[in-house]
């Protein structure tokens, strides 16, 4: 073999060398450790929480916000539950009302006063004992006003007090018989009519004062008497407080001079006038007393209900 032909395969091999990958650089050296041989490599499901875990965690704290926030509310039920233990400021305001309010206490049979007395005489004006009504308006004054003067009894009231006036000749000049009779009649339930307006409606109103009859109920005998004949001189006002009987002892005495216009002359003496003014005081002393007395002897005399 010539030159030429060696030096060919020469070329032909250095140019496969030439061509092939060069060589790889070594990798630099780390100085972290080495993981174990037998670790597994953490994987994406594991480096998060699980689903599970975190609906866990999610109730927990539902659970716990829940817990808070109905401790105030199973309080305040437990209070207003049991009634025993009242917030302060309530307990504040019901002490109020308390103090306030007007006393009712239970009326027994024998201190209970009737609107009608033996089913027939008017007993409108009287207060129950122990009972605080609030004062009277004008209106209910002018009712019972009416009342005791209209009321069928007092037409039987006139008719006997007329028939003993004309008996015993109070007033000669009207007559005697039956046309005598009727002059003191009318003449009797004019009185009584102007008398009523006067006393229970119309002073009263004017002075504030409250007409009605406060019975005692309880105390002894001649106390209870004494009591109930001074109501012509004392009486509640509009505020409670006991005052001078203006609209009684005024009203009487303006009834009398409004009868001077239809009593014959010799009844219009000073004399008859304060004759007939202190029957019509002692009336109403008696009458009050009779009120007064009345449930006991309905209930411990009669054995009834007054």
Not at 93 to 105: F, I, K, L, R, V
Not at 202 to 210: G, K
Not at 289 to 300: K, M, S, V, Y
Request: aromatic share 10%; with cysteine.
């Amino acid at each position: 073999m010539n030159f030429p032909s060696r030096i060919v395969p020469l070329l032909a091999i250095a140019a496969c060398f030439s061509f092939s990958a060069p060589a790889q650089e070594a990798p630099p050296v780390s100085n972290a450790p080495a993981p174990a041989p037998n670790s597994p490599a953490p994987s994406a499901s594991s480096a998060q929480p699980s689903t599970a875990d975190k609906a866990k965690d999610d109730r927990d704290q539902d659970k716990t916000e829940t817990n808070q926030s109905s401790q105030p509310e199973q309080s305040g039920t437990s209070n207003a539950g049991s009634g025993t233990q009242p917030s302060g400021e309530k307990a504040a305001g019901q002490n109020a009302e308390q103090a306030t309010a007007p006393a009712s206490p239970s009326t027994r049979p024998d201190q209970e006063q009737p609107k009608r007395i033996l089913g027939v005489m008017p007993n409108f004006r009287a207060v129950s004992a122990g009972a605080l009504p609030p004062p009277p308006t004008a209106k209910e004054s002018f009712i019972i006003a009416t009342e005791n003067s209209f009321d069928y009894s007092s037409f039987i009231f006139v008719g006997a007090t007329s028939a003993l006036a004309e008996w015993t000749v109070a007033h000669p000049q009207l007559g005697q018989g039956l046309p005598g009779y009727g002059r003191y009649y009318w003449r009797g339930l004019l009185d009584k009519t102007d008398g009523n307006y006067l006393v229970i409606f119309a002073l009263p109103t004017v002075f504030h004062q409250d007409e009605r009859y406060y019975a005692m109920g309880k105390g002894t005998i001649l106390r209870r008497g004494l009591y109930a004949g001074s109501r012509i001189v004392i009486t509640p006002d509009y505020h409670g407080h006991n005052s001078f009987n203006i609209s009684e002892l005024l009203g009487r005495g303006m009834a009398q001079g409004v009868s001077v216009l239809y009593y014959p002359s010799g009844s219009r003496t000073p004399g008859a006038l304060a004759t007939k003014f202190v029957y019509a005081i002692g009336r109403d002393a008696l009458t009050n007393t009779f009120r007064e007395f009345w449930p006991d002897i309905a209930t411990h005399v009669l054995h009834r209900h007054p």
